[in-house]
């Protein structure tokens, strides 16, 4: 019994009134003065509640010399509870949309070492739906598991890396310089244009560390990264030339085209000059 008096608590139900449906169940046709006596409640505690019962129609009255209260059948009640309650929450949707908020901010999750990297991208690839960006000079087989396991989902895969790969997958287009093997240092994966993973090794520490966001600004920035790193190539590729060579006038002689002019065994545009 007090099992059941519990679950009528937690729909709602005071101690009181989880008591007295019970007890009307038991003894159909009860006083407030019965009720009272045997639940050891004092009889104006026990008639203000059962009359505010008899109002949300839990407790039924027989009216005669004397008032008998009955308890609602429980598939009855039930079903009204249910349809209240159901009403009560779709109004209370409706309610909260109403609240204004703040602009929601997406949050950028640090992951450190590479097995817990590679576990990350591979869980991301598993979850595609529609396209996969990668940029990488890890050899691309350290993800063939997750890869295969997209062939026949028809999702779009492109993949984009200075190092040499020799990686074949249906459905996947690989744009590679093709540069003879070096050690790798970076990772760059955007899946469904939702979601984006940033990762790279400390040289010094030959520690990888990685950021994980679904902020689309910074999905947007890898993607196009990774979009133009095609172009590029595919420039390259069709006029034999770099981009540098074709246009030499495109220099802005910033430091950061000179750093990565320095970088000759990474950087696509290292025999411009």
């Known amino acids: 019994m007090e099992a059941i008096i519990k679950l009528l608590k937690d729909i709602h139900f005071s101690e009181h009134e989880a008591k007295i449906y019970v007890q009307c169940l038991k003894t159909p046709g009860i006083t407030v003065f019965q009720v009272s ?20 129609g839990i407790l039924l009255i027989e009216h005669g010399t004397k008032e008998l209260y009955y308890s609602e059948k ?5 079903t009204k509870l249910n349809q209240t309650y159901e009403m009560q929450i779709n109004q209370l949707k409706e309610a909260l949309k109403e ?67 020799n ?12 540069y003879p093997s070096f050690n790798p ?27 994980y966001t679904k902020n689309p600004l910074m999905v947007s920035i890898i993607s ?30 910033s430091k950061q085209e000179k750093k990565l002019e320095n970088k000759t065994n990474i950087f696509p545009f290292k025999n411009h000059k």
Do not use: C
């Open 185 to 211: 240092s970076r990772l760059m994966l955007v899946i469904d244009n939702k979601e984006v993973l940033v990762a790279n090794i400390n040289k010094k520490s030959q520690t990888w560390s990685a950021t």
């Open 74 to 78: 429980p598939e009855i009640l039930l």
């Open 99 to 165: 609240i204004p908020k703040e602009v929601e901010q997406e949050p950028y999750l640090n992951i450190h070492g590479f097995k817990n990297i590679l576990g990350k991208a591979r869980t991301m690839i598993y979850s595609a739906k529609s396209d996969v960006y990668i940029n990488t000079d890890l050899d691309i087989h350290i993800l063939e598991d997750a890869l295969r396991f997209l062939e026949p989902k028809g999702v779009d895969i492109y993949v984009f890396s200075f190092q040499e790969q």
């Open 37 to 56: 006596k045997v639940l050891h409640i004092s009889r104006s505690s026990v008639y203000a509640t059962m009359e505010k019962m008899s109002e949300k």
């Open 224 to 253: 196009e990264h990774i979009h133009h790193d095609i172009y590029l190539l595919l420039l390259e590729q069709k006029y034999k030339k770099d981009l540098f060579q074709i246009y030499p006038d495109l220099e802005i002689g």
């Open 167 to 178: 990686f074949k997958h249906m459905g996947m287009k690989l744009y590679t310089h093709q």
